[in-house]
């Protein structure tokens, strides 16, 4: 009979020990919690204490009671293993009910304690009005401290998911927000032109935000912190909620000389096996080769951390058969009416990594434009110059979303080409897609910039090249030129230009845009055709380049 | 100056014409279409008689001045070709415009006529009460029959796609509404027990229906119409929609002795070339091998024609270099409340075909639970028993089955497994999906099936297989018991099965049931290890049994 150890009872563990119980009804299965509760819905975590998730037990998918009955789990909550003792295979374990130790035996130890806040030593920062947000525990401080003192203000430092999460739900009990970032830009998966679109989305809100810029000092006047930031403003508030990122739990394996990776998670194999043969680790806390860089990076995503969880009960029973792939790191938020999806690599990272990319942005519809209710959705992709490889996605629109990120996330996963992406046979009927859905159309404009059949050029490319050597040529209506256009730019609509071909000079960079892209790129090829030999179309038009 | 002559002005045609123009601004191009308009969104039809599209210029995507315009294409409205002389590559045209003939010679000849409805030569049938809808002319025919006659009552013959969402849209303008459809069931390219959702649906939103029964008679009454029905029923209705089939519009190219395909269609070649090398076929007219079955088919579905169309004309202008690989037929419709997806074959084909398979049904969510608004979605997949290659999908819920058929669809068009099904990495974000998706759950619950971690038993072979040998094991709670249960079933709730073995006989079969299958699943697998040798689970559980 195995014995089978878990540290961590919420995604990585509590699955796991489901998984190994069903495939081994007579093992012996414990499952070690430090906190009060195990399987707890960590993604609702913000949306309870909006009140838009209105039960607590809701929470809570299991309890260490139903955990036994129906798996046959031993649960120990409020039980914290502090040791690892290799060579004997044992754990110490801190029982923090009844103030004792005592060890426990294994023949296999799983190890998923998830990752922490980060808290810099800022001066201030232990004030009890500001909070992090990791569990139960931490929400209802969160909603008692609410309850009781009626905050009006709130500060969110930090604009990543959870950020922007934590904002939309304090603003939905009525505070005022403010978010504070380090970064020009919220939600670092994102390229900075896609995160402009957040801003905007904010700002309509009336969320207010300072970008690049940190707190320096929290400091406790009588009601209420007054935030002092690197940039010398002030900003008062009556609660904070720090999430400027996590840390990967690493202290009892890096004690137990286990290997890390060079990021600082818990290096596994495919297997998801670490240095030690019998120790094994998933989750936030696990650190795995990135399927495109290749280099060791934390996935901090609940749907990986379940799926290797079953992957690693798996091995554990049936021997090492089934590997582990890695995670590409597909991500979604809602953020007030905004969805905002990605996978892969955005842009700058590509840059920072030194792979060659393109990068291009669509703007489409939800759905036909003829039946109600369509909505815009910006789509970006990165990809290999040659081959088509996809390298990343990120989407923001309002209806949609979900599935477009997922569809593309499935076939980048697999390795696949803007080719893939072309032909994937969508479910079509007027209140889902278009006859070619947005994607199938980022597949289209993709194919047709590795096949040389338009040049594209960027916003910020377009920002800093010089403007003499340029003709910059708008194939929008004159309505629409006249109601804002580009610096410079000389006004041809499309359906005109094969008359008007001898006002566009011959000796000139010729930049097209229009509204979204579409409109540039015919313009792109009936030039490139009659014989104008440098041409290039406005990538995502002048709705990007705004 | 290559010269395309274009037959028919809509998905396929006017797809086609436009990528030629970008390919090729040089081409001379005409493209013939003997109705009024051109580019029009045949998809919309329904939702324009329903009022859901209120403006008929929606519809009209492009028009003969704006082709000619954006596109350089010269368009001939109310042009029919009637006649392909292969040996001097030019084709005869009506027009029926002036009631004149006149010919057309090409280098290349591209044929998108599509599909035309079925009028079987029914008694009454050409009463003028009775409508197909194909085009623009037949909806307006259609609407304005409706504004002088306000009738109440509408029958709807045929419950595919088109008639159920004519179905709608008739009901959704305050007309009582009867559906007779000739199978057992409305919607084909489902297998029965899903089909049967829909039918409850249908009930609840008063919508009368009568299966296994056609029309034989449509009597024309001073007002209205009486349908006899071949079971001797009568029904009356003030208008009726045909909506039985299409047949591909195929006369054309037979005249010219071009082969077809056995099933009748345009036989094409992965070129989208007729057996006349100057002749291509696309769209709903054209036939070409099911991926799976290796049996020609045609498609009926406009993302086909149009992706089609981008590859017709890419080997048009740049030699044969882009194969056409076939659709598997991901559909989708909305029918009230409820959407419907579909993709690659259903069980009932399998059968037909003689490939062997399983098939499994599941319940879930469409997001998490404890976030609110989550709306039930069932599942059902069917996949080869030894690689579990996927072979096809239906799904019916309220929200995200466009976003979860498509991910099935793009995993099966490339010949992936149910294992692949197991590792999308989606989004996942509490208003979005759950950390595992359904779409994951559809690939584990296969994967245990396949590996002999569990065997099922469906709703129907419960139903055929002998009692007296079974012991029937209900596993949900006493509560649910009470409410309704399967004759015979005995009740052992699973969180307490572990301590009531005794109770179980070891010389039956253990036909094992819960809601949805879940349960069911976790209380096979302890049995199955603790030495019960015939335990199965009802797949799709009491809900889809029910
Ligand atoms: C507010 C919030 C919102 C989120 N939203 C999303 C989302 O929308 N989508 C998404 O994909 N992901 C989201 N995540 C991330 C997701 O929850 C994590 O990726 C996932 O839970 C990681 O699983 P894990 O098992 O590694 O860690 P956890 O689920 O955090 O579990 C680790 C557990 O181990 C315990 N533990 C640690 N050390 C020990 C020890 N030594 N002994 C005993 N117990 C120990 C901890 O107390 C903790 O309960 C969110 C996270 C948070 C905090
Ligand atoms: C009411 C309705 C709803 C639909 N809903 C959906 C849906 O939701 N999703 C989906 O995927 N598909 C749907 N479809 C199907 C989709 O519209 C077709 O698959 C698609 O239009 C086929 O394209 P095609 O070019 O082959 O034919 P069509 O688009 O029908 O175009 C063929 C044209 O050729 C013309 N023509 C034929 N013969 C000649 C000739 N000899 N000379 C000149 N012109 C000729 C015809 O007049 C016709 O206009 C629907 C169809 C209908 C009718
Ligand atoms: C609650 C928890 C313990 C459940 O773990 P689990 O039992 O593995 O997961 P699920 O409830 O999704 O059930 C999945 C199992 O049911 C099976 N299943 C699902 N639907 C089924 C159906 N209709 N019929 C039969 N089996 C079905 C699946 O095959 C799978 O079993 P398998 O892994 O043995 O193949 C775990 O997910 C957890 O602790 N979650 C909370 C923490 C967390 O994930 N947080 C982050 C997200 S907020
Ligand atoms: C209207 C119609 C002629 C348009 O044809 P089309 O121009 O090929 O199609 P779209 O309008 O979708 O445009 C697609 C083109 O724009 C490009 N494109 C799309 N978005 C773009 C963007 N933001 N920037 C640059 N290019 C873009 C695509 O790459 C594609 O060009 P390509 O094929 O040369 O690569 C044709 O679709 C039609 O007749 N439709 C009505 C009939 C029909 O389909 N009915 C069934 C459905 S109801
Ligand atoms: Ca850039
Ligand atoms: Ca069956």
Redesign the pocket.
């Known amino acids: 009979m195995a014995k089978f150890l878990i540290v961590g009872g919420v995604a990585g563990g509590a699955t796991t020990a489901a998984r190994l119980r069903r495939m081994d009804e007579s093992a012996e299965i414990i499952m070690f919690e430090r906190g009060e509760h195990i399987s707890y819905a960590n993604c609702g975590l913000p949306y309870y204490v909006g009140d838009v998730i209105t039960e607590r037990e809701n929470l809570l998918l299991q309890t260490p009671e139903s955990f036994k009955k129906r798996l046959n789990v031993d649960v120990r909550i409020k039980n914290e293993v502090v040791r690892i003792d290799r060579e004997n295979k044992l754990v110490e374990i801190n029982d923090l009910i009844n103030n004792t130790s005592y060890t426990e035996t294994f023949d296999k130890l799983i190890v998923s304690p998830g990752a922490e806040p980060i808290k810099p030593p800022i001066p201030g920062i232990k004030d009890q009005a500001i909070f992090t947000v990791r569990n139960v525990h931490d929400t209802d401080k969160i909603k008692t401290y609410i309850n009781e003192n009626k905050p009006k203000k709130a500060v969110v430092v930090g604009a990543g998911f959870i950020g922007l999460e934590m904002a939309e739900n304090l603003h939905h009990l009525g505070m005022m927000v403010t978010i504070i970032e380090m970064a020009e830009q919220v939600m670092t998966p994102l390229d900075y032109e896609m995160a402009a679109v957040v801003h905007q989305h904010l700002k309509v809100k009336n969320v207010e935000f300072y970008l690049n810029d940190g707190v320096s000092q929290f400091k406790r006047e009588t009601d209420h912190l007054e935030i002092q930031l690197q940039s010398g403003r002030k900003v008062d508030a009556d609660m904070v909620i720090l999430s400027i990122g996590v840390k990967p739990e690493t202290k009892l394996i890096k004690d137990a000389g286990i290997e890390l990776a060079p990021n600082g998670g818990i290096k596994v194999n495919e297997y998801l096996q670490t240095s030690d043969p019998n120790i094994y680790a998933l989750g936030d806390a696990m650190a795995f080769p990135h399927p495109i860089t290749g280099k060791y990076t934390n996935a901090y995503l609940a749907g990986p951390a379940n799926k290797q969880a079953r992957i690693l009960a798996n091995n554990l029973v049936l021997g090492h058969k089934q590997t582990y792939k890695g995670a590409i790191a597909t991500a979604i938020a809602k953020v007030f009416d905004l969805t905002i999806g990605s996978t892969g690599l955005a842009e700058k990272v590509l840059k920072k990594e030194g792979i060659s990319y393109v990068s291009n942005i669509i703007h489409s519809g939800s759905h036909s434009g003829y039946y109600p209710g369509a909505m815009p959705t910006t789509i970006k992709i990165t990809f290999d110059p040659k081959t088509g490889k996809l390298y990343g996605a990120q989407i923001i629109g309002y209806l949609g979303v979900d599935k477009r990120i997922d569809l593309i996330a499935t076939v980048l996963q697999k390795g696949g080409t803007i080719y893939d992406l072309q032909e994937i046979e969508h479910a079509?009927?007027?209140p889902y897609s278009s006859?070619k859905d947005p994607v199938n159309q980022a597949g289209f404009t993709a194919g047709n910039i590795i096949e040389g059949l338009v040049n594209i050029i960027h916003w910020d490319e377009l920002l800093q090249s010089h403007a003499a050597s340029n003709f910059i040529l708008d194939v929008r209506t004159p309505e629409e030129f006249e109601l804002g256009q580009i610096e410079d730019a000389v006004n041809i609509e499309l359906d005109e230009i094969r008359n008007h071909l001898d006002e566009i000079p011959r000796d000139k960079k010729i930049i097209i845009y229009c509204g979204v892209g579409l409109r540039g790129y015919f313009a792109a090829r009936i030039l490139m055709q009659k014989g104008f030999t440098d041409v290039c179309n406005l990538s995502g038009g002048y709705k990007t380049y705004e």
């Open positions: 079509y009927a007027p006859a």
